[in-house]
DNA sequence: TTATTATTGATAACTAATATCAATTTCATA
DNA sequence: TATGAAATTGATATTAGTTATCAATAATAA
């Protein structure tokens, strides 16, 4: 089994355990959101929108309004992360590995998003929080500027 | 001179010239709604909807779209900046010193915010920057947990 | 002073997100 | 497998923050 399918059954498992302990119940839609969700957006951000667009023409049943519940259930249970880079739309991301977190550079002329991980800036992090005495839970780091194309065509 | 008042006149100056390079015109609402923010929100971050609630009180003739469209003003000439931590509202921050850029860690319990600097994240930062080629404009840092008087509370 | 142009305030419009609700589906229990 | 309580769904209404519109007004350059 390849490393995603393997990362997208882990998921699967995890959610179906929130869907359990929560006392939800699973339904064909969230089947179909979560198989769209985690086979086609690995490493993308994708806004609710697009999300809804994209299922609509296989699954034209598929409502608005459950797309958007359940990307937030999916948030919920820990298997996808919601951003927002200051357009005004959420997007969603689903989580790869839970124990490296990374961030973002974001081109503010192509609005291309990068992704990037740095060791030292995690341990500064827990370094500060500690420092303040403050339980971290979350944190976001967002860098914006030119991405080397946009800047070569300036 | 106190280092605020200097700090708040040097403000001013950039706004001025900023107003004369755009060719825009300086008006009675646009002073009240400077001093007013550079007066009363150092180190604070305020909502449009507060800003204008307390400017309304000492003068009712300001409209709620002034306050958006200056406080817009006030980022784009660099003496503010505008954050946003989640709640879907747009804070602004007066702007005290343009080198040092600050971070923020938000109590997820008590929704108070938190400012903090560091120069190693800071240097860490441009760094990363640099190795992606990546010109490097702005950067958001948000802390997410609970700070020490929640954390004890629980 | 005059002419041009920007600004203002009231309000309408827009957009993303959330709430409502009757009909439907799921699922634990019998 | 039948039943009934409880969750979910999709369509749509509502909300909240923000932005656009526009006629009246104010600022400024000539």
Chains 1, 2 share one sequence.
Do not use: W
């Not at 827990?126 to 800047?151: D, M, T």
């Amino acid at each position: 089994m390849t490393p995603v399918a393997q990362m997208k059954m882990d998921r699967r498992k995890t959610f179906n355990e929130f869907i359990s302990r929560k006392r939800l119940k699973s339904t064909k839609q969230r089947d179909v959101i979560f198989e769209e969700f985690f086979g086609n957006y690995m490493g993308r951000h994708v806004t609710v929108e697009e999300l809804y667009e994209d299922i609509k023409r296989k699954y034209p049943y598929i409502g608005f309004a459950t797309v958007y519940r359940t990307l937030k259930l999916f948030r919920e249970s820990g298997i996808a992360s919601e951003r927002n880079f200051g357009d005004g739309k959420a997007r969603y991301e689903p989580i790869r590995d839970e124990r490296e977190h990374h961030h973002h550079m974001i081109c503010t002329e192509c609005g291309k998003i990068y992704e990037f991980a740095n060791n030292q800036v995690e341990s500064c992090l827990n370094q500060i929080a500690k420092l303040n005495e403050f339980k971290l839970e979350n944190h976001k780091l967002e860098i914006y500027g030119l991405c080397s194309s946009c800047r070569e065509s300036r």
